[in-house]
């Protein structure tokens, strides 16, 4: 059975950080492209930031550029975003996703940004 728990949501003040976590298993992770995305109350779902498998190649939304960093540590089956400079607008559920031929999701970790 496949599971992707994200972990690390909360309530941050603008200009914060957080860092996101997401542990997977079973699946072969070090195989799997990872990504993570958001959905904000009453928007689509977005990509955030993606990081392939084998070199690592990252790229990210243009919104978040400069600000969050997604990496990976394939021997803890881990993905993480870090999050810098955090805004009002980042506020979301941020989902974390696993493709290769298939895909799979996380429940999703509530990310709040406010004073």
């Known amino acids: 059975q496949v599971q992707l728990v994200e972990s690390g949501g909360g309530l941050v003040q603008p200009g914060g950080s957080l860092t996101l976590s997401c542990v997977a298993s079973g699946i072969t992770f070090s195989t799997y492209s990872m990504r993570w995305y958001r959905q904000a109350p009453g928007k689509e779902r977005e990509l955030v930031a993606a990081i392939t498998s084998l070199r690592g190649a990252t790229n990210y939304a243009d919104s978040v550029k400069g600000r969050f960093t997604i990496s990976r540590v394939d021997t803890k089956n881990t993905v993480y975003l870090q999050m810098n400079n955090l805004k009002s607008e980042d506020t979301a559920v941020y989902y974390c996703?696993?493709?290769?031929?298939?895909?799979?999701w996380g429940q999703g970790t509530q990310v709040t940004v406010s004073s």
């Open positions: 996703n696993a493709v290769r031929n298939s895909q799979y």
